[in-house]
């Protein structure tokens, strides 16, 4: 992209001093001594946790960190001072050191976060998070760099396993900015680390979660939202509300990730940015400086993350992290605007004849004509294509006309499906009957007709398949309890025509068919 630099900046750049931050969750960087507080399967003398996997996963640790070379890194899951003291040794011996560090010291604590930095730490706090006891402080750690001063918050939220309702990320959130609220006017600052929510996660956030009516903790607390758009680069250089930037919004969609859960790919580390470093005064981000680390020894020969590996109940003394670790520049050079690239307008057939998206797309007057979960199905007229939205269409409604902003497709086993949106725009409701497709009309060997809905189709269940006048087609009910006897005769009032590695009917939910008789 074009920067927009004047040329009375020059003198600006040659003085200038510019610093990597980075943000890595190691994975559970345990020490070999017993104190109580471990998880079961890092207590020293069992499960093969030695002394010796300890100098393991300090080596693989200490060589992300070297390749990187980042000058100022938030970690999380370090299980306390004494084992941050080792890889800061560890470290220097290998030749990249770093002299300071910060570390959360909230007792009866299973893991923390910390930071090690190269430039000299100057005040340190913790925020508390009044949850339960159990909960992990919010680190608050100040550097000094050339004069100057950025602070840096340090977090690890609530994962979504075991009773990680909305509500318990939310409360995080809020302790956040109540510090945040409390800072002087103009203070630059960084919100780092492992949030467990996604990007966009008040459009992804599963209903079994959502204790909050909606409201999440990184886009609505922290305002990386405006209405139901996200935050813009744009957006947040004329900022004067409080709201942060996400820098993950700089990436491609299809590269916005660092950790794998069961195959699903997660934006879970964030940096966000506020207004103040991008200011053009005192410390600014160097745009388009984020990313994540791959080194390819972060991926193991069949692509999955190169995690810890821990099977078998004991330590196996290889890997490094479930994560990936993200980084970005910053500078006390000013902050370089440059030209935001616009949505391209297209119709709903361009995303079949494209396999990923060098833009984001936006999509004009479309009907929401299925709604199931964070799942929808949408068209733009009677006769056209229809598209899959796979879990992000939380905030859709069946019936409702929008104009969508799509910035990430991908093809599942041959279905098509939208898997990002990152601008919505309510138009107003719409009759759905034209939309549908009638009985006559189903021919499994049409690819045209991938992800039409299909409505009042009556046949016989018998063995997975659906049987209905000269059509033989597999059918998958979503939830295995609905499974109709073999010999049912059915009447279908809703179904989608979807693809896993070929055509068949998917039916949703109970209320969307009748049994009629055997």
Same mark, same amino acid.
């Given at each position: ?142 550097? !000094?760099?050339?004069?100057?001063? *950025?602070? /840096?918050?340090?977090?690890?939220? #609530?994962?979504? +396993?075991?009773?990680? $309702? ?74 004067? !509300?409080?709201?942060?930037?996400? *820098?993950? /919004?700089?990436?491609?969609?299809? #590269?916005?990730? +660092?950790?794998?859960? $069961? ?74 605007? !440059? ?180």
């Amino acid at each position: 992209m074009i920067r927009l630099l004047l040329c009375s900046l020059f003198p600006c750049f040659l003085l200038a001093i510019e610093f990597k931050v980075a943000s890595y969750n190691v994975e559970n960087l345990f020490d070999a001594l017993k104190n109580g507080t471990e998880y079961k399967d890092y207590i020293p003398g069992k499960h093969n946790w030695s002394k010796r996997m300890v100098d393991i996963k300090l080596t693989n640790i200490s060589e992300v960190l070297c390749d990187m070379n980042a000058d100022i890194v938030a970690l999380q899951e370090i299980e306390n001072e004494g084992v941050l003291i080792q890889l800061q040794k560890r470290l220097k011996r290998v030749g990249c050191a770093y002299p300071y560090r910060s570390i959360v010291r909230k007792k009866k604590t299973t893991i923390r976060v910390a930071i090690l930095s190269r430039f000299a730490i100057v005040d340190e706090r913790e925020i508390q998070v009044n949850y339960s006891k159990r909960d992990r402080n919010i680190l608050e750690t100040t550097v !000094e760099i050339d004069g100057q001063t *950025l602070t /840096l918050f340090a977090n690890h939220w #609530k994962a979504k +396993s075991r009773s990680g $309702y909305e509500s318990r990320r939310v409360n995080y959130a809020r302790a956040l900015m109540k510090r945040i609220d409390k800072l002087p006017k103009n203070r630059e600052y960084l919100i780092v680390g492992d949030l467990n929510a996604h990007y966009d996660e008040y459009r992804v956030l599963s209903k079994r979660l959502n204790d909050t009516k909606g409201k999440t903790g990184i886009n609505h607390i922290l305002k990386t939202i405006k209405g139901e758009d996200l935050v813009t680069e744009e957006l947040i250089q004329r900022d004067r !509300e409080g709201r942060h930037f996400n *820098l993950w /919004l700089e990436l491609a969609p299809a #590269k916005r990730w +660092s950790h794998k859960y $069961y195959g699903h790919r997660g934006s879970i580390d964030h940096i966000l940015i506020p207004q103040t470093l991008v200011d053009r005064r005192g410390i600014d981000y160097v745009n388009n400086s984020f990313g994540v680390f791959r080194a390819p020894y972060l991926f193991t020969r069949e692509g999955w993350i190169n995690g810890w590996v821990y099977s078998g109940s004991k330590h196996k003394g290889k890997g490094y992290s479930d994560h990936l670790p993200i980084y970005a520049s910053f500078s006390t050079a000013p902050y370089l605007a !440059e030209k935001v690239k616009k949505a391209q307008l297209q119709k709903i057939e361009y995303l079949y004849q494209v396999e990923q998206l060098s833009h984001p797309v936006k999509l004009e007057n479309c009907i929401v004509i299925m709604k199931r979960g964070s799942n929808a199905i949408i068209k733009q007229s009677p006769k056209g294509k229809a598209i899959y939205i796979y879990a992000a269409a939380a905030g859709l409604e069946e019936g409702q006309r929008y104009d969508l902003t799509v910035s990430e497709i991908a093809t599942y086993n041959g279905l098509k499906e939208i898997m990002r949106i990152e601008q919505v725009k309510k138009l107003g409701s719409s009759t759905l009957e034209p939309y549908y497709m009638q009985p006559e009309e189903l021919d499994s060997q049409d690819p045209l007709l991938q992800n039409q809905v299909f409505v009042n189709l009556i046949g016989v269940y018998h063995n997975n398949y659906f049987e209905t006048g000269d059509e033989r087609i597999p059918i998958y009910f979503k939830k295995k309890r609905n499974r109709p006897a073999n010999g049912s005769k059915l009447k279908i009032f809703y179904a989608h025509l979807g693809y896993y590695r070929k055509a068949q009917l998917i039916v949703y939910d109970r209320k969307d068919f009748q049994e009629m008789e055997k």
